[in-house]
């Protein structure tokens, strides 16, 4: 009864002292939000405003991107709608090729993966360099994110110093980790300095004037956006909010969510084109409106990507991102990757014990780990159940639906396999691969009870 | 005051003696108690798979068995929490009225904020690490859940308190997943045994003898997994009521 998730988190699990370390890691930035989240009184006050603004602002989406788009343009900036992935690349790409632009510095946007757009255009013959350090990681390693916030985390200071000595031709054998961030300076300040054009993705949109809004530890979305004279801005439609004073409840949750502390070392606005220069938002859609008219799964779209229901999921953290077969793991992959292709990403359902801890800390109050559930529900209408599971669940529902066929069951040890999977009483049920099969007391309770009377009285 | 108990499958099956701790306890302090016959099943190891629908007959036979009371106690939260929260949507989707979702309690809850007990009950004298099952502490509030910016409580602690010469302690992520979760264990055996694992080795480190919780699915888990390794064998296993209704 394996699933795409159960299988490679099975692999990831064999190398225990990684496994462990990347337990510890993660848990380590839960336990950072919650020293940050309990710092402020208002707290779940905070969580249930920021719900309600963006479910407000969701229910209301044409007003305020009519409203964000008008106040851009006003600003001289030049705003691109996008239904798919696909225009989107040829919308960015089109403006590269108009401004004679070959080469892109960008800061880290969780949309420009979604929609393959790096590879898009380097087969056109761009060069595109990531300089989130985290994101320059990965490219230089040819690898993906594992996780939204922290994308290289998976990756130990080791693996960075020998991919640096290759790469960057950092000193052999020197893997301290400032000296690797200086190296990745060094070599990313002649990046900036030659690139035609900068992108930053978007934390925020704010209606009201127009703005996008970035939060960086960084700085890089301002070295990416302060040298080249082109400016893109890749913003999916659920980022936008209405105004400023809704950004200050999102501004006082996020970075505390994501890492633990009080804010982003950088939170940068961004109005207008420079000076001689020019300045491009691209609004995606691909899918966010149709998944908005759902009713069981809208609240996806509340998300913000501070990453910490993955931090706070216990099977994320011992599965790592990589075992989930969307580009974003933990509760909120699961999640998406439905909403976008719920054949092919239906394997990570079986990710999720229902704990609830995701929903529990979301700072926009999504209810992840219901939405799950539903999920479950529905594979079924999808043919993505797993047949030897519906044939258990059908089996025990017979059983346990007839009273007469229940007490014969629970009578003997060998129609016990009609209970619940987990209390089947064979070796070859999987429960005996972590388990001692239990041993069974000669009678259940309701047989041990027929003695007494019904009622005390 | 009429209390109907509901004794889930499994712990019908595996564990009658809480069962009959449950009833025990009740009629110890003066509660009128009936365990009707024919009881099977909630629905939610199916539901939680994916087969919400399938429990809507058996959803139906429970309003129907215990529509004349005015509360229904089990002891398992996860249970407890199923019915009260998805009862009324399963029976809504199959054209029914679901009557006694919001009346059924778990027996901590029931204890606690129905009966609000205090006086003593019996003697533990042993230190005994709590287990604070997910849907105990995010769906039903038997403690605060520790993402939240709440006033801290724990009705099962506050319970146990009324237990002479016990110690509660507590393991360190204290309301972290175990790794059970129904079908979940059956389908992602790898990592829930390494949860279960890491659960089991946070409570021994308390050095505690007994772990005890309000689910007994969850100790299920552990101690399934602690018989298999025998890593902790001196570590036994008590669902909370049974010590709540020790020497009773």
Redesign the interface.
């Known amino acids: 009864?394996?699933?795409s998730?159960?299988k490679a988190?099975?692999k990831f699990?064999e190398n225990q002292g990684y496994?462990d370390w990347h337990?510890n890691t993660f848990?380590g930035l839960r336990v950072k939000r919650?020293k940050m989240?309990?710092s402020?009184?208002e707290?779940?006050q905070l969580r249930t405003k920021a719900s309600e603004i963006k479910r407000h602002t969701l229910m209301n989406i044409d007003i305020y991107l009519q409203k964000f788009a008008d106040a851009a343009e006003k600003n001289g900036v030049t705003v691109h709608w996008a239904k798919d992935a696909t225009e989107f690349n040829e919308i960015v790409y089109q403006i590269l090729k108009d401004n004679n632009a070959r080469k892109m510095v960008k800061s880290k946007s969780m949309l420009t993966e979604e929609c393959g757009m790096n590879e898009y255009l380097e087969e056109r013959g761009m060069e595109i360099v990531e300089t989130d350090l985290g994101e320059r990681i990965l490219q230089l390693a040819h690898q993906r994110p594992s996780h939204i916030v922290v994308p290289a985390t998976h990756l130990t200071h080791d693996d960075v110093g020998e991919l640096f000595e290759k790469e960057l031709h950092s000193k052999k054998g020197d893997h301290d980790p400032t000296y690797l961030t200086h190296v990745a300076r060094l070599s990313l300040r002649d990046e900036f300095l030659t690139a035609d054009a900068g992108m930053t993705g978007a934390n925020f949109g704010i209606a009201e004037t127009g703005d996008i809004v970035v939060c960086t530890n960084e700085g890089n979305a301002d070295m990416s956006t302060s040298i080249p004279k082109l400016q893109i801005a890749a913003i999916g439609l659920e980022k936008i909010i209405p105004d400023y004073e809704c950004l200050s409840v999102f501004i006082r949750l996020l970075a505390r969510s994501a890492t633990g502390q009080p804010s982003t070392t950088y939170t940068s606005h961004f109005r207008k084109p420079r000076p001689g220069g020019k300045m491009h938002i691209v609004i995606v859609d691909n899918g966010r409106s149709k998944w908005l008219a759902d009713e069981k799964h809208w609240e996806t779209l509340k998300c913000m990507r501070c990453g910490a229901c993955m931090n706070?999921c216990?099977?994320y953290r011992?599965?790592g991102g990589y075992s989930y077969s969307f580009f974003i793991p933990g509760p909120l992959g699961i999640n998406l990757g439905m909403l976008h292709d719920e054949k092919r990403y239906s394997g990570n359902?079986?990710?999720?014990?229902?704990?609830?801890?995701c929903?529990?800390?979301c700072p926009v109050k999504i209810n992840l780990g219901e939405q799950i559930?539903e999920w479950?529900?529905?594979?079924?209408s999808i043919g993505e159940?797993?047949p030897q599971?519906?044939m258990?669940?059908?089996g025990?529902?017979l059983?346990?639906?007839n009273?007469g066929m229940?007490n014969a069951a629970?009578a003997s040890a060998h129609l016990?396999n009609y209970?619940?999977?987990?209390?089947i009483n064979n070796g070859l049920n999987?429960?005996a691969?972590?388990?001692?099969?239990?041993k069974?007391?000669k009678?259940?309770?309701?047989k041990?009870?027929k003695g007494k009377d019904?009622?005390?009285? | 005051m009429r209390v109907g108990l509901f004794i889930p499958c499994y712990v019908d099956a595996v564990f009658p003696k809480v069962g009959d701790a449950c009833f025990r306890l009740l009629r110890h302090l003066g509660v009128d108690v009936t365990y009707p016959k024919g009881q099977t099943c909630c629905g939610q190891p199916m539901a939680n798979a994916g087969f919400a629908k399938d429990s809507a007959l058996l959803a139906k036979r429970y309003d129907d068995m215990f529509k004349g009371f005015d509360y229904v106690v089990a002891p398992s939260v996860s249970c407890t929490a199923f019915i009260r929260l998805q009862y009324p949507h399963i029976m809504k989707e199959s054209g029914h009225e679901c009557h006694i979702a919001r009346k059924t309690m778990d027996m901590v809850e029931f204890l606690h904020d129905v009966l609000k007990v205090d006086r003593t009950l019996g003697r533990f004298p042993h230190k005994v690490s709590l287990h604070n099952s997910c849907h105990g502490a995010r769906e039903l509030n038997l403690s605060a859940p520790s993402e939240k910016m709440e006033p801290r409580f724990n009705k099962i602690k506050d319970l146990l308190a009324l237990v002479s010469d016990i110690e509660v302690v507590e393991p360190e992520r204290y309301d972290e997943c175990c790794g059970f979760g129904g079908m979940f264990s059956i389908e992602e055996l790898a990592v829930s045994k390494q949860m279960g694992e890491r659960k089991l080795a946070r409570h021994a480190a308390t050095g505690a003898k007994f772990i005890t919780g309000a689910d007994c699915s969850c100790l299920m888990h552990m101690a399934g997994i602690n018989a298999k390794e025998g890593k902790f064998p001196e570590i036994e296993f008590r669902h909370v009521i049974e010590i709540l209704a020790e020497g009773l």
Request: proline fraction near 7%.
């Open positions: 009864m394996s699933t998730h159960s988190a099975k699990l496994a337990d848990w919650d989240a309990f402020v009184p707290w779940e706070t216990p099977v011992w599965s359902v079986s990710a999720c014990t229902l704990c609830l801890s929903q529990c800390v559930y479950r529900q529905q594979l079924d159940a797993n599971k519906k258990m669940c059908k025990m529902n059983v346990l639906d009273k229940y629970t016990l209970l619940p999977s987990f209390v999987p429960w691969y972590a388990h001692k099969m239990m069974f007391p009678q259940p309770f309701h041990e009870f019904e009622s005390d009285k």
